[in-house]
């Protein structure tokens, strides 16, 4: 299964649609993508401060759009940016996501009160899956209190999720000027209910 993983990031990594610069206005973001990674929250804010979110790290949509942060993968900001890939690419990355076991995973909500809420949200019609999780790892927090087989699973499961969709940024780009500002009620499938 890794070796299948890795030959498919790799695939993913070298396979490179052309760049549409047709319109991909404010309001295309409402209609639901097939995937989508995105922070609700950083938290409780501290003193004299802003919450930090909602920040979007990725979305892909079945026809090869992709809008990602131009910040890097670990960095959530407003800085994002635009670009297309080839709709072979998005059923290949559909695929490998399916292959990850994302779909049959026991819990789906891994949540600490006034923490960060990250989300992932898959659409690939037939099968939908809602994720959520802080993405903290720290011994004695949250899923990691007391971890379990399938805590460990999910944990791992995200992490592969993640990886693939952000080996489908495109080579090409353009800055985008709209603001995420806050992921429209479609892409939430399911309320964040707390698994064990």
Known sequence: MRTLFALILIGLTATTGNLSTRAFAAESVTNRPSIAIWRDSGGMPAPGTESAGPHLRIAIWNDGRVLYSADGTNQWSHNL????????????????????????????????P???????????????????????????????????????????????????????????????????????????????????
């Open 114 to 196: 006034d923490a960060p809420r990250v989300c992932v949200l898959l659409d690939f019609g037939d099968q939908q899956q809602m994720l959520y999780w802080d993405e903290v790892e720290t011994p004695g927090y949250g899923i990691n209190i007391n971890p379990q087989p399938h805590h460990r699973r999910f944990i791992r499961t995200w992490k592969d999720v993640n990886a693939l969709a952000l080996a489908a940024i495109p080579a090409e780009s353009q800055p985008w000027t709209n603001r995420f500002d806050r992921p429209p009620a479609s892409w939430r499938l399911k309320r964040p209910i707390q698994s064990r």
């Open 81 to 112: 940016r635009v670009g297309q890939i080839d709709t072979n690419r998005v059923a290949a990355l559909r695929k490998a996501v399916a292959e990850t076991g994302v779909f049959d995973l026991e819990g789906t909500t891994y949540l600490v």
